[in-house]
T-cell receptor, first 113, second 111 residues
Framework: DTGVSQNPRHKITKRGQNVTFRCDPISEHNRLYWYRQTLGQGPEFLTYFQNEAQLEKSRLLSDRFSAERPKGSFSTLEIQRTEQGDSAMYLC???????????FGPGTRLLVL | QKEVEQDPGPLSVPEGAIVSLNCTYSNSAFQYFMWYRQYSRKGPELLMYTYSSGNKEDGRFTAQVDKSSKYISLFIRDSQPSDSATYLCAIAQGGSEKLVFGKGTKLTVNP
């Protein structure tokens, strides 16, 4: 295992559809994070899991967004009723030590038409 | 006022130049400071991590933190074309796992 993996890498959907992204962290990393990055901006924090517990959530994570990490390994991020403003790169990161030592995956690029 | 300010550039330098990248932050509660490198259409890659004022060196990279001025810097010596990327500063408070990122500075090193 060489790093964090994310699937799919690209997703095009129509407004109003639901989408789900998957993140597989580095093996034995108990911390997992989701961020969103729009063009020309740095990543913005969405949520954080330690094992299966969701411990922090950003106000950016509206009720259309839900994230899970059911067995403390992989995580899913679902967006319901997508809007054009949801178009962004969705990044997943994992860590064993927390704080600054977060290692990012390649991201899932979402385009909502 | 944004929590982290970073000049987006772009910055263009000749190969071999010393590059200086900077960020300022507004909240003195921030204690942890990181620099990430992001190539086009890729995820950010952790370059440097520090939690104290002063300098930290790793090869051609030096991270500098001045907590009294709320100012952080990344220096790249002997820059190479392969260093061409967007450089993101990121900060975090103690007790929170949330990283707050700057906008990123796009760097081009010309051969």
């Amino acid at each position: 295992d060489t790093g964090v993996s994310q699937n799919p890498r690209h997703k095009i959907t129509k407004r109003g559809q639901n989408v789900t992204f998957r993140c597989d962290p580095i093996s034995e990393h108990n911390r997992l994070y989701w961020y969103r990055q729009t063009l020309g901006q740095g990543p913005e924090f969405l949520t954080y899991f330690q094992n299966e517990a969701q411990l922090e959530k950003s106000r950016l994570l509206s009720d259309r967004f839900s994230a899970e990490r059911p067995k403390g390994s992989f995580s899913t991020l679902e967006i319901q009723r997508t809007e054009q403003g949801d178009s962004a790169m969705y990044l997943c990161a994992s860590s064993s030590q927390g704080l600054g030592t977060q290692y990012f995956g390649p991201g899932t690029r979402l385009l909502v038409l | 006022q944004k929590e982290v300010e970073q000049d987006p550039g772009p910055l263009s330098v000749p190969e071999g130049a010393i590059v200086s990248l900077n960020c300022t932050y507004s909240n003195s509660a921030f204690q942890y400071f990181m620099w990430y490198r992001q190539y086009s259409r890729k995820g950010p890659e952790l370059l440097m991590y520090t939690y104290s004022s002063g300098n930290k060196e790793d090869g051609r990279f030096t991270a500098q933190v001045d907590k009294s001025s709320k100012y952080i810097s990344l220096f790249i010596r002997d820059s190479q074309p392969s260093d061409s990327a967007t450089y993101l500063c990121a900060i975090a408070q103690g007790g929170s796992e949330k990283l707050v990122f700057g906008k990123g500075t796009k760097l081009t090193v010309n051969p």
